[in-house]
């Protein structure tokens, strides 16, 4: 029983996609048949099974198995084409040793073989799902599937999901090469200027509270906070983890001592301090700092994470 003939022209991705294939369905302990006949320049597949096995839900597994194959091939084509023809037009402004990171990001993506990490990685899986499902939507209305064809007259319908994907991978890229712009000059800054204090403990309690002090255990918050209010000019609300970065930037310490590292709610905060301070900062999780039973400060509303002043 013929459950789909594939017509192609050089493509020999199919052939061994096909052969997996094969494979994939005799785990399953189904068989089904592979034949291959060549006229000219074109290649002409049948994929067979026996009658007494052929039903909708194996013709619907083939059909989307090879919709996935079609869709390799699909974004081959889109890589080597016309991925950097859209860089070049739509994201002018970025310079020519960037492409090469910000194509191989775009390839990762459209091959969405990697973990799914964050809102892009979703974003982009969901979007190839959907150029999936309009390739699948094309194969079921036919028993026979022309390669060239389905490139030269359906692809553009591929296309805006295919640019969406480049879309989200370069605002990605340059968000995080704006924030890797601005570490790099809060790390200057630190590195710049002198210390005004040897050492700033940050503890977190297990409702992610902070408890800022100095060497000697002098609590040393207000002072951050004072600081930075006086910077704002006397607003009468500020956000905790800006306190701490504009104390810690202030400040400069020699030493950043982290207590409680697993506390953090906000693990940008802790990243921010990682990567400005590098080699300055201390991580204890076993010291009388830690294990205290109460760190809360009656100024910090754990509602709404503000300085109350």
């Known amino acids: 029983m013929l459950l789909l003939k594939i017509v192609y022209e050089g493509e020999a991705i199919v052939v061994d996609e096909l052969q997996d294939l094969k494979k994939y369905f005799k785990n399953k302990n189904i068989t089904i048949g592979i034949s291959e006949s060549i006229e000219g320049s074109s290649h ?39 991925v950097y023809e859209f860089l070049t037009d739509t994201y002018f402004f970025l310079r020519n040793d960037e492409l090469p990171e910000v194509s191989s990001r775009i390839y990762e993506a459209l091959i969405g073989e990697s973990k799914i ?20 939507q094309c194969i079921d209305e036919s028993t026979e599937l022309n390669i060239k064809g389905f490139i030269t007259f359906r692809m553009k319908y591929l ?7 480049v879309d989200k991978v370069v605002e990605k890229y340059l968000v995080e090469k704006e924030y890797n712009e601005f ?14 204090i040897e050492e700033v403990n ?12 100095d060497k000697e255990g002098k609590e040393i918050l207000s002072e951050f906070i004072s600081e930075f209010v006086d910077c704002k000019f006397g607003m009468v609300g500020v956000n905790m983890d800006d306190v701490i970065i504009s104390g810690l930037i202030t400040n400069s310490p020699k030493i950043v001592r982290i207590h409680g590292e697993g506390n953090f709610i906000n693990k940008e905060i802790l990243e921010t301090i990682k990567n400005v301070f590098t080699n300055r900062v201390v991580f204890c999780n076993n010291c009388y700092m830690c294990c205290q039973d109460k760190l809360y400060s009656p100024m910090i509303d754990k509602s709404r994470d503000t300085v109350k002043l």
């Open 44 to 82: 002409f597949i049948k994929i067979l099974c026996e009658d007494e096995v052929y039903d909708e839900k194996l013709k619907n597994s083939v059909n989307l198995n090879v919709s996935n194959i079609l869709y390799k091939i699909v974004i081959d084509i889109f890589k080597k084409k016309e």
């Open 117 to 136: 990490k964050d809102e892009t990685s979703i974003y982009c899986m969901n979007r190839k799902n959907n150029i999936i499902t309009k390739i699948k």
């Open 159 to 165: 296309k805006d999901d295919l640019e969406a994907i």
């Open 183 to 196: 570490i790099k000059l809060l790390k200057y800054f630190v590195d710049v200027q002198d210390s005004k």
């Open 202 to 213: 940050i503890i977190v309690d297990e409702n992610g509270n902070y408890t800022l002090k």
